[in-house]
Structure formats: C-alpha cells, structure tokens
Nanobody
Framework: QVQLVESGGGLVQAGGSLRLSCAAS????????MGWFRQAPGKEREFVAT????????VYADSVKGRFTISRDNAKNTVYLQMNSLKPEDTAVYYC???????????WGQGTQVIVSS
C-alpha cells in the first residue's frame, strides 16, 4: 500500500505563485511516474502535469505550459508542482497521482485546495 500526502495549497491572488508537494510512503514500491490532476467545482478531473521517475521527462497540459513546473526528489519520493502566474481558472482541488512500476497500480492523494482570487 502506498500513501500520498499533499501540502502547499491555499489562497492566492491572480498573478501569484504557490508550490504544491506530494510525498509518497509505504511498503517497498518502485515509482514509474508521479503527476498532478485537478478538479474544479462542477467539472471533471483533468490532467495537469506528470514526470517520469526514471529520466525525469515531463508532460504538461496546454493550459499550464510555461506557468507550471513539475519536479521530483527521488531520495524523498516527493513530487512538486511550482505554479506561477496563477489565474482564477486555476482554482481547483489538486490531486497527486502515483503510478507503480510493473504493477499497473495507481494511487491518489487526498487533494489540496487552490483558490486564485481575481
């Protein structure tokens, strides 16, 4: 079993920045990738960004390219999402996701609220 603990959400004005963190823990596991999704009120959960644990390649949603940066700390099993130039439309609950290597198992964090005021 893998546990994901997110932190860093909050309230920020448009144009501001926030940094989300997600730390993974649990019994022996090997990470394939970690990423971030978000869900705004009344909308479906959507992909934001992902990073491959081996090699560090990244993929971003078009809506956040150039503003958000995903990074990882392999030693700490932690993924980060640096969010700059935030817009009111970035307001959502942000969820961390972890894919386990060679098992197909997928885990989710509890979510952290981000509110961007105009």
């Amino acid at each position: 079993q893998v546990q994901l603990v997110e932190s860093g959400g909050g309230l920020v004005q448009a144009g501001g920045s926030l940094r989300l963190s997600c730390a993974a823990s649990g019994r022996a596991f090997s990470i394939s990738a970690m990423g971030w999704f978000r869900q705004a009120p009344g909308k479906e959960r959507e992909f934001v960004a992902t990073i491959m644990w081996s090699g560090g390649s990244t993929v971003y949603a078009d809506s956040v390219k150039g503003r958000f940066t995903i990074s990882r700390d392999n030693a700490k099993n932690t993924v980060y999402l640096q969010m700059n130039s935030l817009k009111p439309e970035d307001t959502a609950v942000y969820y961390c996701n972890l894919s386990v290597r060679n098992s197909g198992a997928d885990y989710w964090g509890q979510g952290t609220q981000v509110i961007v005021s105009s």
